[in-house]
């Protein structure tokens, strides 16, 4: 059964019941299931949006979510336990069992401690996760070899940079290289309650649901890996700690947001000679059209 039916387990009862008539050969194609106050639910598609009443008429008026309606689908995701998700939610999204990750908009709060909350909840996109793999090309797979020095995988929003960041730590550990993962949002391997998650590859170690500026040191420090991988990198700080790595000898996989040689540089704040001391090579994905498949491979 697809990953979709898993992802809408936790919504009201209304809702999941409504979203579970959706035939299975429509669900593959859903990657979000964007829930807005006061407006349709919708489904994003490789093909773009698609209203979710046009799809499932018989079940339209439990589609059309209004303010309160919205609120208690937030609840329902996070089981009635906000608190357990506060350092997520600071950061705009919360992750639920099974890797899907809730992105959360409205009117925010700041304390004074600089963290944000959530006052009121006025939309949530729930992004389905699906425990894909893809063929590695031959210049990716070689690029593993024993002189590995450090790859980007970049492209935007929805382009699969996930599902290649897996694929490529499964053909690391077949070559029998040492393979630690900081999966700070819990979507690389998603795991139980009690840390068990199918299909981790044999060499491979995770640190879930960590900062990747703290997981990256405790991962070199205690894992004692030959390659460390991180989910979207995005920030100068975690850079750093990246290149505090790789001086302990560790090469690094990391995907990034971004487009372009130009927007990769904006995002992290780095110059292209910066870049060129961590990593050697930038793969460049097609984008939402094609998940998985790369657009070209440029040398730093």
Same mark, same amino acid.
């Given at each position: 059964?697809?990953?979709?039916?898993?992802?809408?387990?936790?919504?009201?009862?209304?809702?999941?019941?409504?979203?579970?008539?959706? *035939?299975?050969?429509?669900?593959?194609?859903?990657?979000?299931?964007?829930?807005?106050?006061?407006?349709?639910?919708?489904?994003?598609?490789?093909?773009?949006?698609?209203?979710?009443?046009?799809?499932?008429?018989? +079940?339209?008026?439990?589609?059309?979510?209004?303010?309160?309606?919205?609120?208690? +689908?937030?609840?329902?995701?996070?089981?009635?336990?906000?608190?357990?998700?506060?350092?997520?939610?600071?950061?705009?999204?919360?992750?639920?069992?099974?890797?899907?990750?809730?992105?959360?908009?409205?009117?925010?709060?700041?304390?004074?401690?600089?963290?944000?909350?959530?006052?009121?909840?006025?939309?949530?996109?729930?992004?389905?996760?699906?425990?894909?793999?893809?063929?590695?090309?031959?210049?990716?797979?070689?690029?593993?070899?024993?002189?590995?020095?450090?790859? #980007?995988?970049?492209?935007?929003?929805?382009?699969?940079?996930?599902?290649?960041?897996?694929?490529?730590?499964?053909?690391?550990?077949?070559?029998?290289?040492?393979?630690?993962?900081?999966?700070?949002?819990?979507?690389?391997?998603?795991?139980?309650?009690?840390?068990?998650?199918?299909? #981790? *590859?044999?060499?491979?170690?995770?640190?879930?649901?960590?900062?990747?500026?703290?997981?990256?040191?405790?991962?070199?420090?205690?894992?004692?890996?030959?390659?460390?991988?991180?989910?979207?990198?995005?920030?100068?700080?975690?850079?750093?700690?990246?290149?505090?790595?790789?001086?302990?000898?560790?090469?690094?996989?990391?995907?990034?947001?971004?487009?372009?040689?130009?927007?990769?540089?904006?995002?992290?704040?780095?110059?292209?000679?910066?870049l060129r001391a961590v990593f050697s090579l930038c793969t460049f994905?097609?984008?939402?059209?094609?998940?998985?498949?790369?657009?070209?491979?440029?040398?730093?």
């Amino acid at each position: 059964m697809d990953e979709y039916y898993n992802a809408i387990q936790r919504l009201p009862v209304s809702v999941r019941d409504a979203l579970a008539q959706l *035939p299975p050969t429509f669900a593959v194609q859903v990657h979000e299931i964007r829930l807005r106050s006061e407006r349709p639910v919708v489904f994003s598609t490789p093909n773009g949006p698609v209203l979710a009443p046009n799809l499932l008429p018989k +079940c339209a008026s439990a589609l059309q979510l209004s303010s309160r309606e919205l609120q208690e +689908c937030f609840y329902s995701l996070c089981e009635k336990s906000v608190h357990s998700y506060e350092n997520q939610l600071s950061q705009g999204f919360f992750t639920i069992p099974g890797g899907h990750r809730v992105g959360v908009a409205g009117i925010c709060r700041t304390a004074e401690n600089g963290r944000n909350s959530f006052q009121t909840i006025t939309s949530l996109n729930l992004r389905v996760a699906r425990m894909l793999f893809v063929p590695l090309p031959p210049l990716l797979q070689g690029s593993l070899a024993d002189s590995f020095h450090g790859m #980007i995988l970049a492209g935007s929003p929805g382009s699969g940079k996930t599902t290649l960041l897996r694929s490529i730590i499964k053909a690391a550990s077949e070559q029998g290289k040492k393979v630690a993962v900081v999966d700070e949002r819990q979507e690389l391997w998603p795991c139980d309650p009690w840390g068990n998650s199918p299909r #981790i *590859p044999l060499n491979c170690d995770v640190l879930s649901n960590c900062p990747k500026t703290s997981g990256i040191e405790m991962a070199v420090r205690c894992l004692g890996p030959q390659i460390l991988v991180c989910d979207e990198l995005g920030s100068s700080e975690e850079f750093r700690q990246v290149e505090r790595g790789i001086q302990s000898g560790v090469g690094f996989i990391c995907s990034v947001h971004a487009a372009s040689m130009d927007e990769l540089g904006a995002r992290l704040e780095q110059s292209r000679a910066r870049l060129r001391a961590v990593f050697s090579l930038c793969t460049f994905l097609e984008g939402p059209q094609k998940p998985g498949c790369i657009r070209e491979v440029v040398a730093l």
